[in-house]
Each structure stands twice: as structure tokens, then as C-alpha cells.
């Protein structure tokens, strides 16, 4: 059954409408008052899926506006989904723990001790995102984090997997785990201040090719511009030059001059038209979240910088088969390579600790995100 399919019917039976598979790839819907509002159907009516539509049916669509309908029936229902996976961790011998841990935790400035491996459950908490991108043109996309709320890593990696084992599950078995005790979660306002900063480097990953052409388009298009321009400028110099060798009144080379600034302009004031058009907004709406406990290998980390020392614990998670990484607390993306400040010992990436343009000194990006910490320039106004 099509996912679509499935979703339709599971609502619509929770909602206590009568429906019927029909063929081909259909639905026959007896609907209570308030489905027939919600989802504009008479009381009777037929549904199809595929390509081919069962007699009277008509056609649903996530293309068409039958996802906002189904949200609109759902309301805040289904926001969030909490299960447990029970699967016994592949036990990543101490060895190869250690392996990994050496080549995936990359410190440039500071060293780590690893502790004692052992099992532990950690909780993964997945949230997806609706993003529309829009400039000359328009992009929805789906966006998924997944965080390791038990250490703040990101394990985006295991949003495949979480989804398809989601899909697997008995819904009854769901619907009981969806009242499950959250109590060690994160708090809504901690994950809404981190999807925020890991959402910006997402996005532009995500939305890379779609900016890629539209820059070309951008490109193309102001090319055109100063080509047509250059053109009328030449002409005009040509003219007011010409006019100049014969000689004629200051009068007539002043309007020439005129026509110059003119060209000139107008040509600034399409090229301010070109950027509007190209400028791009993205409106990101969340979607849905959900978390899953689940066994990992886990050993407590000690990173060491200096005099000071920063306790963590690092995830090697069986399913991903990898570590859960931590991301750059200056700028939330994944680095390859750690640098670690003095003060607060923050796990940053080299961009996010690199020296100060101006007086040269490194400062942490993350200690210090609007300026720098030892002479107060602004990061975002280089002189
Ligand atoms: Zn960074
Ligand atoms: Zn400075
Ligand atoms: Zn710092």
C-alpha cells in the first residue's frame, strides 16, 4: 500500500469514517460531518492512488492539496512518536572503539583520555522540517535532523533507518509508546535553540544545487545586462566625442554628458532589480519529531586543553555503525578537525577559532559569537 494510501486510511478509520478498498489502488469513504469538512469530501465518495482511478474516484495526491487537508484533520495529532529499539548493540570491541574514536575525534589542540566501554541507552531525538526556498523560482524540500540528546552529537545518518523502522511497527504498539515518560528529554526550548543553529548549515547543503542554478541564472542574466549597457555607452561616448571634434555648441555635448548618467542609471537601477529578483527567502516549518531509546557503546571522554579538562561521553551507535559526532559549537557544522578554546573548552571547528582579522589573536567563535574576545571587532563588519 502507498504511503499515502495508508495514511489516509488509518486517519480516516481513527476518525471513525467507514472505508472500503476498492480496486484499482482505492478507497470507497462513508465520512462523519466533521471529515467531510475537513477534507472537503461529500458523505459518499471514492478515492484513487494510481495511475489508474476506480469509477467516480477521485485523484489523492501529496502533490495536491491533500496534505494540508490531512494536516488540518490531524491538527497537533501525530506531532510526536517515542519507541524503543530493542536490538542488542554489534559489540564494537574496546579496540576498534578506540580506533574510531582516534580517527573520527580529531582534536588539533588538545588531547582526549577515553574511559571504560560499556552499554548504555541513548536517546535520539529525530525532527523533520519543511523548508520552502523561494527566489525566481520556488523549492520545497524535507529537511531531518537527528540529535543524540544524551550528548548533543548529531547522528543524522540514522534518520533513514529510524524512518523505516517506524514505518515496520505496529501503529497499536506506537500509539502506546507515543504516552511513554520523556522525562530525561531535552526541554522544547533547548531543542528549538539547537535545531536553529543546525538547521542553517543543513539547509544550505541541502539547498546547494537549487542556489547553484540560481546564481548562474543571476549571472547569465546580469552579463546580458552589462553587455546591452556597455553597448548604449559606447554609443553615446562615441556620439558626445564625435561632437566634440566638429566642434558643435557646449549645449548639445552637455545633453549628450546627460545621456551618459543616464545610461549609467538606469543600469545600476536594473541591476538592483536583478538582485531582488534572485534575492532568496526560506520559511522553514516543523513537522514532526520523533525519539527513540536505543542500546549504544558508550565511553565517557575527557578532552584536555591545558590546565583544563571538559567531561562528555562519546556514542559509537550499532546501527549507523559510527560515532555520533559532535558538531562545531561556533557555527553548528560537522568538522572533521576539533580545536578547543581556553575558557569554556568548546569543541569548535578551525574557522570558528581562527586568529582575528584584526588584532590577529585566536578567539572562540562560540565564547564569543558577535565579536572578538580580545579587542571587541565585529566579526560580521571586517575593516
Ligand atoms: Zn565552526
Ligand atoms: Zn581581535
Ligand atoms: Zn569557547
Redesign the pocket.
Known sequence: MSDLKELLSRALAAEGALIEPIEPDGLEIMAPPHVQKALALPEWSRVGFGSELPDQAVRVSFESEWAERLEGLLGERGRLAHFLLQERPYPAPRQEFEKSAQRGFVLQNATFRLGPVEEATARYLLLAFRITAASDEKREDLVYLCINESNGAIANALAGPLLLHLRAQDHLERARLNNAAQADGWSAQQIFTRSAGLLIPEIRFQLSPFLAGMERRMARDLERLHAYHSELRKEAAARRDERGRKGEIDETRKVDQMRLEAIEREYHTKVADLRRKYAMSVEVRFLQALRADMPVRRAAVTVLRRKGSRQTHLDWNPIARRFDLFP??????S?RVYCVCDDKLHL??????CACPYCGKESC??CHPAKCGKCAHSWGAPE
Open positions: 562545531c559549537e561556533g557555527c553548528w557544522t568538522p569548535v571547528c578551525p574557522s570558528c577559532f567563535r562560540a
